[in-house]
């Protein structure tokens, strides 16, 4: 059996006394595209934190590539990572927010360098030509110069997408990545994203975009109140949903 | 049936209204005008300020020494306050809270003590310190030593007090802007992979300099003028100088005159200054307020 990219055992997480996550198990294959839908408030978005460490997790394991996420398992002990080697797991895992969080200090084309000259201390030469040649693979080279503040939401959140893969991540992590967008400019994103997806990156994605989850997705999972209610091929699940739930869920969105 | 004016007539409909009397306003202004004109006659014909002294004193060699010496109080302990304000703002937003304690007894104390006591204890520090080492805590042998009267002369003492008390105040201004950065930036750092260190300085603090500079201009133009306390421990910046050469030749008031001048060309040269560092900083949000001003005044003369 091919180890996952992704595999995720049992997770759970609280906040204070309200249980986020109630046991999550999960595994994301090489280059597939895992679409996670619910309802506001199920823990969608922490589940993506988890994975980069964002958020810590109180029980359970998660391995990205075969690495253990925030721990090194040493006998039977677990022992946390020191915060430079939580920073080289991240440099791997990429991620795009629902508000893009881009630096609103630097132009399109240094958010796009700040990564790996910051990081992973690439001559600025370089990192300019490979953030030239991400810009354009997004369509957005013309823009390079410009400040966050200068740009639509739709180009902002290409940018950030851009910003991620200058990384070289194995995993790319989308939180809502067009539900603060104008309708009519989640289709540029969505299609930055498909192209993504077809290039073979391993992908997480919360979305309430079930056309992109039907044509892009290799799994589609539906979380309610922490726990994965229903999980399947998403062209299966999104005929046929099963669970009560998911189905008013999707009466809602769809 | 009112006639709806047509096309045409809309294009020019000028506003020509009469404004209503305002006499209040007409009666405040003469009488602040003959305010001024008054107290300006009044200054000129004063054969009391010594005009000749004022003038012969305004580039004298000890003046301008004096000059130099409230410059290098200045920058230097914002400088050094800058960076304690810092160091006590990061501490005070840190996980640890023994950091957290030791930043907060640092504001607290220092604000809570007036500048001036401040300064003549550091002038007289000796009396509790005789002498300051490098070696081994809690009496232990020394490697390197010092007489504190030797290392405190008036500058340092001048320096010390500023630049800590200043400290004290720029850790609120820094732990504002810092908060004032959204939690977005700072995670979307972390995702790429920076450490905390390389968070703060690539992405928090030049976003937090947008808040934290025009305040910070503030301080050092209050700096400039806050270095005259100094005369009490004989600072030998522009108040102290200025004394001393009043207690020579009597011309009290013509010395106060002489470093008021300096002081407000070095607070008029810092205002300028700092309006254009001001602008500096807004790289980035500036593009956004054009835009906003563009949009807000679609006829403008459009001056982007
Ligand atoms: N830092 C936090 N501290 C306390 N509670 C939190 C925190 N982050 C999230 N929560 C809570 O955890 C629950 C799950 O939040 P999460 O953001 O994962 O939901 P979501 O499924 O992404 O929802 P949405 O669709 O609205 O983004 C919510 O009830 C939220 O209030
Ligand atoms: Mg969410």
Redesign the pocket.
Known sequence: MVEPKVRIRSVRKC??S?E?LKGISLDVPEGGVVCVV??????????LRCVNRLETIDSGRIWVDGDLIGYAEQGDRLHHLRPAQLCRQRQDIGMVFQRFHLFPHRTALENVMEGPVVVKGVAKGRARERAMELLERVDLADRAGHYPAQLSGGQQQRVAIARSLAMDPKLMLFD?PTSALDPELVQEVLAVMRDLAASGMTMMV?THEMGFAREVGDNLIF?DGGVIVEQGHPRDVLANPRHERFRAFLGQVL | MTKTPQAADVADLPIDAVRPPRPGRWIAAVVAAFALVWLAYTIIVNENLHWDVIAEYLMDGRVLGGLWVTIQLTVLSMVIGLALGILAAVMQLSGSPVLRGASALYTWFFRGTPLLVQLIFWFNIGLVFPSFGIGVPFDGPKLIEWQANELITPFTAALLGLAINEGAYMAEIVRAGIRSVDPGQREAAEALGMSHRQVLRRVVLPQAMRVIIPPTGNQFISMLKTTSMVSVIAGAELLTVSQRIYLGNFEVIAMLIVASIWYIVLTTIASVGQHFIEKRFERGHHALQVRVRRNLRPFSRGNA
Do not use: A, D, W
């Not at chain 1, 619910?38 to 589940?47: F, N, V």
């Open positions: 906040f204070g309200v986020v619910g309802p506001s408030g199920s823990g969608k978005s922490t589940l809502e919360v979380i």
